[in-house]
């Protein structure tokens, strides 16, 4: 027994290497059983979902599997699949990227986290919604896990606050004496809390000595610090803190064109699938992804925060207005690290500039109803990625140092003439932006698309879809919510980058073949695989806040599967209402017509 136990704990200490051995071996059957390009097409992506789901492979190595895999199948050639991995979308995520990190770089993210905070006020309820606010926005622009990770210590500090506070009140509510012959004594002990003496308990060894029989005190010091801290309403307070920040980041990712890996993912699929019918793009650009995603990202943290406020806080801390001390000692908390970064410095000021100037060209570029600043160029020529490109470009040549030139100059900037030496760097700089970049992010974008291209043209893609005409038995809207809420579950175990990309090819073909504008599937399901709210392993912002030790799986599980409802809802009401208005989603495109449709199909089928 004891060889067969040891045998099976060696096998689990290797099984991704097993995994990614026998996975292709037992996925071989499908293209000896299904002889044809589609089946072909079959096994590649059955291969990249096994290593995607289990990640015996990082996902940014699963995605290069397309260019090895389809040439040797014979499904398509190495160069076509490989100039999937550079395009305009992920130029367009390269440079958001980069701005990211110059905004992390220069705590320009922080000030704007902690500026909020004092806006809002020390309330349980209302710190909490202090909390998402910052995320939510910084999660449109930052990684969603640096965003997370800088707002967790935060958030630590602030529940330690609370819990000082109480224990130090609660500790002046408690007078030890000693009685001896009817004279009362008092033994005192001083602590300093926050620069004040505060009068306690005589120490532990002076409590209830044996002359002492007439002692009606506690005689454990543990009493004083083992209530408030304990207590059910910190703990509930500790987890709906935590969990909002990963909410909220979660949520602000689907609010712009750049804020998460899927939504780039999406916007080049699309762009795929419409040129190859001969249209220029799908139109989903930054302006028209924040009109259809922007509103219901505002709705969908809004109750959230309304959620979690009720699910940890309770009706009173929802409804009710309470002050007490410990809300003045966590905002003097709140203050102090908001002081401690002092006025804004030259680099701050430099990349709001930035910042605000690239959110300007992007959404003016091809703005709704009216012609933007792309309109004085060739159509088709200028895209989002430009606006970037030229940002980050101007970041990495601007000086991190305020310029003693021109109108620049201040009174004196050398004294006495100690001029530097050497350049001032710039506030961005090649060496950071090669540490902190995601590269793998890249990869995993590029790998979708070849993917993408390699069941489209091999017709995998049709054929799935028409398997699935069975939906058209069902109201658009039904099976747009069903579609919607499948994926909402599957991201609680995939990668949602893995699941966007396997599953949006279908979709398109799946709303082509029900004569629906293939937006109309895409859209929402792509936004749907952020709504993993459940599981730790769901997003990198669940991992990180469930490692702060204050949830348990159980916590998120049923805090998360309501939100998941919710946000569903959110998004099935935003897809029928101003989204149909704006893109027209259950109308075919005139690109898209059924004859082409079919004869495409037949074409590629042969």
Not at 101 to 122: C, D, P, T, Y
Not at 188 to 211: H, L, M, S, Y
Not at 540 to 569: E, Q, R, Y
Request: with cysteine; charged share 15%; aromatic share 10%.
């Amino acid at each position: 027994m004891s060889s067969l136990r040891n045998t099976l704990r060696d096998l689990l200490a290797v099984y991704k290497t097993l995994i990614v051995l026998i996975t292709p071996l037992i996925l071989i059957v499908v293209p000896l059983s299904w002889n044809t390009t589609e089946g072909k097409c079959a096994y590649g992506l059955l291969l990249m979902a096994v290593y995607w789901v289990t990640e015996a492979l990082p996902l940014a190595a699963t995605a290069l599997l397309p260019v090895l895999v389809f040439p040797l199948l014979g499904v398509m050639k190495a160069s076509e699949l490989s100039s999937n991995y550079i395009k305009e979308s992920s130029i367009f995520g390269l440079g958001g990227l980069m701005i990211a990190i110059a905004v992390e770089k220069w705590n320009l993210h922080k000030r704007i986290a902690l500026r909020a905070l004092l806006m809002v006020g020390s309330e349980p309820k209302w710190l909490m919604f202090g909390f998402m606010l910052p995320t939510w926005f910084l999660s449109m622009w930052v990684s969603n896990t640096a965003t997370t990770a800088m707002m967790i210590p935060i958030v630590g500090a602030v529940l330690d606050e609370f819990k000082l506070v109480k224990k130090a009140s609660h500790a002046d509510e408690i007078v030890l004496t000693e009685t001896t012959n009817g004279v009362v004594k008092t033994t005192d002990v001083t602590i300093t809390v926050n620069g004040n003496k505060k009068e306690e308990a005589p120490k532990q060894d002076e409590i209830n000595r044996p002359n002492d029989k007439n002692s009606t005190k506690p005689n454990n010091m543990e009493n004083i610090f083992d209530g408030e801290e304990n207590s059910e309403s910190y703990i509930r307070m500790c987890k709906g803190m935590s969990l909002c920040v990963a909410y909220a980041a979660n949520i602000g990712g689907t609010g712009s064109l750049s804020g998460t890996g899927p939504n780039l993912i999406m916007q080049g699929q699309a762009d795929q699938i419409f040129q190859a019918y001969g249209m220029e793009n799908s139109g989903v650009n930054f302006a028209s992804w924040m009109v259809f995603a922007l509103p219901g990202s505002i709705i969908c943290v809004l109750l959230a925060w309304l959620w979690l406020s009720f699910y940890f806080l309770g009706w009173r801390g929802l409804v009710c207005k309470r002050h007490n001390k410990s809300n003045d000692r966590v905002q003097a908390t709140i203050r102090k690290s908001y002081d401690e970064l002092g006025s804004m410095s030259f680099p701050e000021i430099v990349v709001l500039i930035h910042f605000i100037v690239l959110v300007i060209l992007w959404f003016f570029r091809q703005p709704p109803y009216i012609d933007g600043w792309g309109a004085l160029f060739k159509p088709g020529f200028v895209g989002d990625s430009a606006a970037a490109l030229l940002i980050v470009l101007s970041l990495f040549s601007f000086p991190s140092e305020r310029p003693a030139v021109l109108c620049f100059r201040r009174k004196n900037p050398f004294p006495g003439d100690n001029r530097p030496h050497k350049s001032v760097p710039a506030i961005l700089d090649w060496p950071t932006v090669e540490k902190k970049f995601p590269w793998g992010v890249l990869l995993l974008i590029g790998g979708g698309f070849a993917l993408a291209d390699a069941c489209e043209k091999s017709g995998l893609s049709a054929f799935i879809g028409e398997q699935l005409e069975v939906f058209s038995s069902m109201p658009p809207w039904a099976m747009n919510l069903l579609l919607t809420l499948i994926i909402a579950m599957l991201t609680e175990v995939t990668s949602n980058s893995a699941t966007t990309t396997l599953i949006l090819p279908i979709l398109a073909n799946l709303a082509l073949r029900l004569n629906l504008n293939p937006l109309y599937l895409m859209f929402p399901c792509v936004i749907a695989a952020s709504f993993a709210f459940m599981l730790p392993v769901a997003t990198p912002p669940n991992a990180i806040v469930f490692a702060t030790g204050h949830l348990s799986v159980k916590d998120m599980a049923l805090a998360g599967f309501p939100l998941n409802f919710i946000c569903i809802g959110v998004l099935a009401l935003a897809t029928n209402l101003w989204g149909e208005a704006y893109f027209k989603l259950s109308v075919l495109p005139s690109g898209f017509n059924r004859t082409e449709l079919n004869t495409t199909s037949n074409m590629i089928n042969m």
